[in-house]
C-alpha cells in the first residue's frame, strides 16, 4: 500500500512522455514520399519489360536492368532499416503500456483492494486510465507503420518477381548461344512494324536506365560519397606534384614513365577517376560504367609508358579504336538488317586490324629483351583472331546472340586490360614518387621499409587486376554465372561431425581471414615499433613491450573474427577448447609455460630487441621476443632459438640493460729489470689517447704482482661505444706494443734450462761441430750440464 503512491506518479509521467511524443510529428509520415519513389520505380519496370520483351533486348541492358532491381533491393532495404529505427520506440512503448497497464488492473482486482482508502483507489483507476489514453494515442501511428511495412513487403515481392523475370531472360539468352536464333544474313528482310516496335522497346529501355542513373547518383551511398572525395582530393594533388616536378621534368632527371604521368595531370586525374568509377561502384548502371571506359580512352593512350609503347607498337591505339566504334553499335539498334551489317562489319574489321597487326609484327624490330612478351601477345592475337572467324560465320548463318557475345567479349577485354594495365602503372608510379619526397622520406618507416612495401603494393595492385580482367572476362563470354554457380555448390558442401558443421566456404573464409590478421597485425607492430612508439619518451623496452603485445591481440581479434565470419559459434568450438585442455594438461605444459614467460618478458623487460646477453653458454644480441621463444643472433652470425622459460628459469647475463659501456681488461707480463712507475705512466697515458676509451671513468693501470718470469701489469679502461669494444681492444693492444718497443721495454718469452745426464758419442760429435770458435770444452758426456734457451715453439 504503501509503495502504490510513488509507482502512481512513475507511470503518469511515463504516460505523459508517450502522450508528448505521440503529439508530435508523426515521422512515419515522412517515409511515404521515399517509397513511393521505390514503388514507381518497380510498376515502371514491370509495366513496360514483360517477360516477352525481355528476351529480345540485349544481354547488356539485361544486366544492366538486373543491376537495377538490385539497386531497388537495397534501397528498399535501406528504407526499411531507416523504418524501424525511427518507429521502434511505437512497438517499445505500447508493449510497456500494456505490462504496466496489466499490472494495476491486477492491483485493482486483487482480493484486498476493496479495503484500501478511496484516495488509493482513485489514484489507481486515474493511473489506469492515462495507460489507456496514452495506449489509443499509439494506435494511430502504429497503424500507420503497420500499413506502410505490409506495402513495403508488397513492393518486395514484386521485385523479387522482376529479378526472377530478369535472371529467366538471361539465362534464356545463354541458352540460345549455341542455336540459330534468326534468319541467316542473305535471307534477312526489313519489316517496318518490327522496327518500330524494337524502336519503341529501345527508346523505354533507354529513358529507364536514364531514370536509374539519375536514381544512382541521388541515392549518395557510401561508395560514391568515397570516390567524389577521392576525386576532389586527387586533382590538387596531381597538380601540387607537377608543379614540384616541372624542373625535373624539364632537366631529363626523372624516368620517362613518371615524367609521362606528371606531365599530364588532368590525363591522370581522368583515368584515376574512371578506374574509381569501376573499381567503386560496381553495382552502377552499365551506362555510368560504359561512359567511363569512354572517357579513358584519350589519357589510357596518352599515358601508356614509353616503353610500353615501344613494345606494343600500334596495338593500344587499335584496340581503342575498335572499342569506341563497338559502343557507335546502339546507333542501328533500330533496324534487325543495319543492326547485323553493322556488327559483321565490326567483327570483319577487328579481324583485318588483328591480322595486320600480326603481319607487321613481323617486320618490325622490337627493342631486346620482349621476346616473350611479343610471343605471348602473338599468341593471344592469334586465339582472338580465330574467334572473330567464329564470330563472323555465326553471324552470317543467324547465330547472332553468339556472334554478339564473342566479338564484344574479345575487344572489350582487350580494352579493359589496356585500361587496367595504364592505371595500374600510373597508381604504382605515384606511390614510388610520394614515397621518394623529401617529406616522406623522414619517416623511418618509408625509409627502412619503402622498397618491400612498394613490391607488395605492386603485386596487390597486379593480382586485383588481374583478377578484375579475369572476372569482366568471364562475364562477357557468358561462362561467370555457370563458374559462379558451380563454385557456390562446392564451397557450400558442409562436413558434420556431431555438432560441428564444417563447409569448404567456411574453411576458405576461415584461411583469407587469418591472413588479413596476420598482415594487419605485422603492419601495426610496424607503424608503432616504428614510428609512433620511437617518438614518445618511454621507459626502456615499453616500446617494444607495447608493440608486440598489440601484435598478439589484433592477431587474437582477428582470430575471433576469423571463426565468426567462418560460422563457428561457441556451442561448436566447446569440443575444441575441452581437447585443448586437455593437451595442455598432458602435452602442452612447455609450451604453456613458455607463453607465460613471455608474457613476463614483457612487463618485466629484462631484455629488449638490440640487448647483448648471455644463456647457458650462448652470447649474442637478441633480434625478437615472442610470445613463445625469443631468438638471439649470436656474433657467429648463427640464429639461437631459446624458449622464454629458459630465459626466466637460467642465469641470464644482460650486458647493455642499463648502459651500452664496456670494460676492456689487458693483462699484460714484462720482463724483470723493468722500472713499474715507467709503466703505469706509460700505459696509463696511451689508454687515454685511444679513440673510443672515455676518461670517465679514468683508465687504471695496474701492478698486479711477481710472476714466474714476468712483472704482471693489467690495464683496465671503459668505453660506451659496446658495438666496437673488439676494434677498441685489438687498438688498444697495437699501441700497447709500439710504446713498449720504443720505451725499450721487453715482453719477455719463456726460457728453460737443460741438463743433458749423458750424451751419445754421436750426439756428443754433432754438438762439438755446432759449437763457436773458441768455446771452452764440453765436460765429460756422463756429466753435462749447460744451461739451453728454448725458444717458444714455432708453428709449422
Known amino acids: 500500500m504503501a509503495d502504490i503512491p510513488l509507482r502512481a506518479d512513475t507511470d503518469l509521467r511515463y504516460a505523459e512522455g508517450v502522450l508528448q511524443r505521440a503529439a508530435t510529428a508523426n515521422p512515419v509520415s515522412s517515409f511515404m514520399p521515399p517509397l513511393d519513389v521505390i514503388a514507381q520505380s518497380v510498376d515502371e519496370k514491370l509495366y513496360e519489360f514483360q517477360p516477352a520483351k525481355l528476351r529480345n533486348l540485349p544481354i547488356l541492358r539485361l544486366e544492366s536492368l538486373e543491376r537495377h532491381w538490385l539497386f531497388d533491393v537495397r534501397r528498399l532495404a535501406r528504407w526499411q532499416a531507416d523504418m524501424r529505427q525511427a518507429t521502434a520506440w511505437y512497438a517499445s512503448d505500447a508493449a510497456e503500456l500494456v505490462r504496466r497497464r496489466t499490472a494495476w488492473q491486477a492491483i485493482k482486482d486483487a482480493p484486498g483492494a476493496a479495503g484500501l482508502p478511496a484516495a488509493l483507489s482513485d489514484r489507481i483507476e486515474v493511473v489506469i486510465a492515462q495507460l489507456t489514453a496514452a495506449g489509443q494515442a499509439l494506435s494511430g501511428p502504429l497503424s500507420h507503420q503497420v500499413e506502410l511495412e505490409q506495402r513495403a513487403n508488397a513492393i518486395e515481392e514484386q521485385i523479387k518477381a522482376g529479378q526472377r523475370v530478369v535472371t529467366d531472360a538471361i539465362d534464356y539468352v545463354d541458352a540460345r548461344l549455341l542455336r540459330v536464333d534468326s534468319p541467316p544474313l542473305w535471307a534477312l528482310t526489313t519489316s517496318a512494324g518490327s522496327d518500330q516496335d524494337t524502336l519503341a522497346l529501345l527508346r523505354d529501355g533507354l529513358d529507364i536506365e536514364l531514370r536509374f542513373a539519375r536514381e544512382y547518383g541521388a541515392a549518395g551511398a557510401s561508395n560514391q560519397r568515397a570516390l567524389h572525395a577521392l576525386q576532389l582530393l586527387l586533382l590538387p594533388l596531381l597538380l601540387w606534384l607537377a608543379h614540384k616536378s616541372r624542373n625535373a621534368i624539364r632537366t631529363g632527371v626523372m624516368s620517362e614513365t613518371a615524367a609521362g604521368v606528371l606531365g599530364r595531370p588532368l590525363s591522370t586525374w581522368v583515368l584515376l577517376s574512371m578506374l574509381g568509377v569501376l573499381a567503386l561502384e560496381p553495382d552502377a548502371p552499365l551506362m555510368v560504367q560504359q561512359i567511363a571506359m569512354v572517357l579513358a580512352a584519350v589519357p589510357v593512350l596518352r599515358l601508356l609508358p614509353p616503353s610500353s609503347r615501344r613494345h606494343l607498337d600500334h596495338w593500344p ?253 561457441t556451442s561448436q568450438l566447446t569440443i575444441v577448447f575441452g581437447a585443448l585442455g586437455v593437451g595442455i594438461g598432458f602435452g602442452l605444459q612447455a609450451v604453456v609455460n613458455n607463453f607465460v614467460s613471455g608474457l613476463i618478458l614483457m612487463f618485466e623487460r629484462p631484455i629488449q630487441p638490440g640487448d647483448v646477453v648471455e644463456i647457458g653458454g650462448t652470447s649474442g644480441q637478441v633480434r625478437d621476443i615472442g610470445m613463445r621463444a625469443t631468438r638471439i643472433k649470436t656474433f657467429e652470425g648463427a640464429d639461437v632459438i631459446v624458449p622464454n622459460g629458459t630465459l626466466l628459469s637460467d642465469k641470464l647475463i644482460n650486458w647493455t640493460m642499463l648502459d651500452r659501456s664496456r670494460r676492456i681488461e689487458i693483462s699484460i707480463g714484462l720482463a724483470y729489470g723493468t722500472e713499474p712507475r715507467q709503466v703505469l705512466e706509460l700505459l696509463d697515458s696511451l689508454a687515454r689517447e685511444t679513440p673510443g676509451v672515455v676518461t670517465e671513468p679514468p683508465p687504471m693501470v695496474l701492478f698486479m704482482g711477481f710472476g714466474a718470469s714476468t712483472l704482471d701489469f693489467s690495464l683496465r679502461a671503459w668505453t660506451y661505444d659496446f658495438d666496437r669494444w673488439i676494434e677498441i681492444r685489438s687498438d688498444l693492444l697495437a699501441r700497447m706494443y709500439d710504446a713498449l718497443r720504443e720505451a725499450g721495454i721487453e715482453i719477455p718469452f719463456p726460457q728453460r734450462d737443460l741438463h743433458l745426464r749423458s750424451v751419445s758419442e754421436e750426439a756428443g760429435r754433432t754438438l762439438a761441430a755446432t759449437r763457436p770458435p773458441g768455446s771452452a770444452p764440453d765436460p765429460a758426456p756422463d756429466s753435462v750440464s749447460a744451461p739451453f734457451d728454448a725458444p717458444p715453439p714455432r708453428p709449422r
Do not use: K
Not at 428 to 453: N, Y
Not at 516 to 538: G, K, Q
Not at 541 to 547: D, P, T
Open 317 to 569: 591505339r587499335v584496340i581503342t579504336a575498335l572499342f569506341l566504334a563497338e559502343r557507335l553499335g546502339f546507333l542501328f539498334l533500330a533496324n534487325t538488317l543495319f543492326y547485323r551489317i553493322s556488327t559483321v562489319a565490326m567483327t570483319a574489321l577487328a579481324l583485318a586490324a588483328i591480322l595486320w597487326l600480326l603481319a607487321r609484327g613481323r617486320r618490325h624490330a622490337y627493342p631486346p629483351g620482349s621476346e616473350r612478351l611479343v610471343r605471348t601477345l602473338r599468341a593471344v592475337a592469334w586465339g582472338a583472331a580465330a574467334l572473330l572467324c567464329v564470330s563472323l560465320s555465326a553471324n552470317l548463318i543467324g547465330n547472332v546472340s553468339l556472334s554478339e557475345m564473342l566479338t564484344s567479349g574479345i575487344i572489350g577485354s582487350g580494352y579493359l586490360g589496356l585500361v587496367l594495365y595504364a592505371g595500374v602503372t600510373v597508381i604504382i608510379t605515384l606511390l614510388q614518387l610520394l614515397l621518394a619526397r623529401q617529406g616522406i622520406s623522414r619517416f623511418r618507416l618509408a625509409r627502412e621499409h619503402a622498397p618491400p612495401v612498394v613490391q607488395l603494393l605492386i603485386r596487390l595492385l597486379t593480382a586485383a587486376a588481374v583478377v578484375g580482367w579475369a572476372l569482366y572476362t568471364m562475364d562477357r563470354f557468358r561462362v561467370l554465372r555457370a563458374t559462379y554457380a558451380v563454385v557456390v555448390q562446392v564451397l557450400s558442401y558442409t562436413l558434420e561431425i556431431g555438432q560441428i558443421s564444417i563447409s569448404l566456404g567456411n574453411i576458405l573464409i576461415f584461411v583469407i581471414s587469418v591472413v588479413i590478421a596476420f598482415w594487419a597485425a605485422r603492419t601495426i607492430r610496424l607503424i608503432l615499433h616504428d614510428e609512433l612508439l620511437t617518438r614518445m619518451s618511454l621507459p626502456r623496452g615499453v616500446g617494444n613491450s607495447i608493440a608486440s603485445l598489440t601484435y598478439y591481440l589484433v592477431l587474437l581479434l582477428g582470430l575471433g573474427v576469423a571463426l565468426s565470419a567462418a560460422g563457428f559459434q
